[in-house]
């Protein structure tokens, strides 16, 4: 089984930087994509950043320039630093992990964390 534990988020006033930490144990593929997406109350979930086994990385592109994925591949870890933060950037933030891929990939989310962000 594959579990998600995340840290970090919490509060901070706008213009201040928190960051998040997933990490992933279990049977884990080499293969795999891990990331964050967010849902704020009465929006849907999105996807904020991902990044591959092979340190492929996506982001959003109201995040780009302010928000950094990395992962510890060895310890199947991955961090979002996030910068810049704007009231905007106020949702749960959820760790994902795809574990595989093509037809074989599964997903697994963590349990989610809370980040608020004031004017």
């Known amino acids: 089984q594959v579990q998600l534990t995340e840290s970090g988020g919490g509060w901070g006033q706008a213009g201040a930087s928190l960051r998040l930490s997933c990490a992933a144990s279990g049977s884990i593929n080499s293969i795999n994509v891990m990331g964050w997406y967010r849902q704020a109350p009465g929006k849907l979930r999105e996807l904020v950043a991902q990044?591959?086994?092979?340190?492929?990385?996506n982001y959003a592109d109201f995040v780009k320039g302010r928000f950094t994925i990395t992962r510890d591949i060895a310890n199947n870890t991955v961090y979002l630093q996030m910068n810049s933060l704007k009231p905007e950037d106020t949702a749960v933030y959820y760790c994902?992990?795809?574990?595989?891929?093509?037809?074989?990939?599964?997903?697994?989310w963590g349990q989610g964390t809370q980040v608020t962000v004031s004017s």
């Open positions: 994902k992990l795809v574990n595989g891929y093509s037809l074989g990939s599964f997903n697994y």
């Open positions: 990044t591959t086994s092979d340190r492929r990385t």
